[in-house]
């Protein structure tokens, strides 16, 4: 399994709902850095690269998208759909986001500040990295 889901605590009433992620408890890593994307216009895609240290949370805040992940030897994919649910993925694994709803956020929750060299954006690059070969 390249990711995994991680359920959040949801908080359900007459008045709405209210999700929780607390970081070391829900969130299994210090969260250093909280972004999120929104407004992605049809067929376009997010992501397209990989980090060597950084642990990330993704959560669909609102509407639906797919996560597509890849370490190199195999690839699985995740529909998030669900703001009460995140997907935990570890350092090494290759990540597309593609197929965003109208209206769709995603946030994200790192486990590190912004680094330029964490990233790998070349997919060749990245197989060199994992030892994998074609």
Known sequence: MLGKIIPLS???DRRGNLTVAEQLKDVPFEVKRAYWVYDVPGGES???HAHKQLYQLIVALSGSFTVNLDDGKERQSYLLNHPWEGLLITPGIWRTLDDFSTGAVCLCLASELYEPEDYIYDYEEFLKYK???R
């Open 10 to 12: 949801k908080i359900t």
């Open 46 to 48: 997010r992501g397209g």
């Open 131 to 133: 030892g994998c070969s």
